[in-house]
């Protein structure tokens, strides 16, 4: 029996213009084969699936569930992580499921005219993450030396004054640094969306996170930019003590915010 | 300087539930779910990037300086 005999579902992954409609393949959950709906001036990929696996009460039944999450997370960019080298795409916020086409078309309807144009301007261009860390906060052996030879209160205080002041001097630093960069990487690239600092994961980065943004590129020719992220890394980085990744290329999940 | 990301492997899970979470376009996928029932999970894709015991945004003084600085949402 084939899937979309069984499937009463549909999970969809991502916008598309209709030209392209007929250029998405490979296989979406549970091995299901992707396909498009025409909903007027989009086109959206969808795949597949049986509420039994994937409906409602299966979201609810796992919203505490990191494990089983972070797998649907995982497999949805997957997909849209393939399709993103070969064709332009508006990524879908996860989890978007609807009951049939008709609900699919009746979610889209009133938009298309807005899609159609975020897909224009996506037309061949991917998005690139740079996060940037501080290095470890500098002075602590020393603030604690200063603290030990304090010889009054008052004496005390006075150090306790300059060293609240020193790090607020530092964190403007920092700030000032991060803006620097990204001011440089936004100037060689289409659009960028800064956004907060990650959280510190037991397993995550070291240091406080200074910037954390994306940078929309073309495709194919990202290699300017990253002659400005080698360049920004060595030039104003390095030299602060701060460290810079890059990642990429992603769907330009950051860059569909200008839709309802 | 972390070079050019290909394999899903190597992608960082909180980068990429960063991303799925707040990136994308929402239309209406909540009409089987319920906003109940997508804010429930969101409030769980959130738990897979917060620290141990911790559910929610979990930032440091230090990160909320550093935020400050560069407040922008978008620009090009």
Redo the contacts between chains.
Sequence with gaps: MDDRDRAD?LY?YC?VRPEDADRPEGSGLDGTRLRTVRCGRVAVVVADVTRARF??AQ??R?????AW??AM??S???VL?ALARQLDL??????????DEA?LRA??DG?GEL?AA?LERLRGKVEW?VKIY?GE?PGRATDTTAELSATSGRDYLSMRAAESSRRAAA??E???L??RC?ETL?AT??????????????S?HRG????NAAY?LPRSGAAGF?ET??EV?RSMCVPAGA????????PP??F??E?P | MTQSVTAIDDVALVDLVDRVIDGGVVINGDIILGLAGVDLIYLGLRAVLAPAHTVGPSRTAEEGVAAEGIDEEAAG
């Design positions: 579902l969809a916008l409906g409602k979201w609810l796992h919203a505490e569930d990191p999450l972070a997370a995982q949805h960019h997957q992580d508006l990524p879908l916020r996860m989890p978007a499921v609807y009951d609900s979610a889209v938009h899609f975020s993450g501080d906060p964190a403007r920092r700030a000032d991060a803006r990204h936004r690239s289409y659009a960028a969306v800064v956004n907060k600092p990650q959280a510190r994961r037991i995550g406080v996170m200074l910037l929309l990253h992220v080698r890394d460290r810079l990744e890059l990642t990429g290329p992603w999940y950051n569909g915010a839709t």
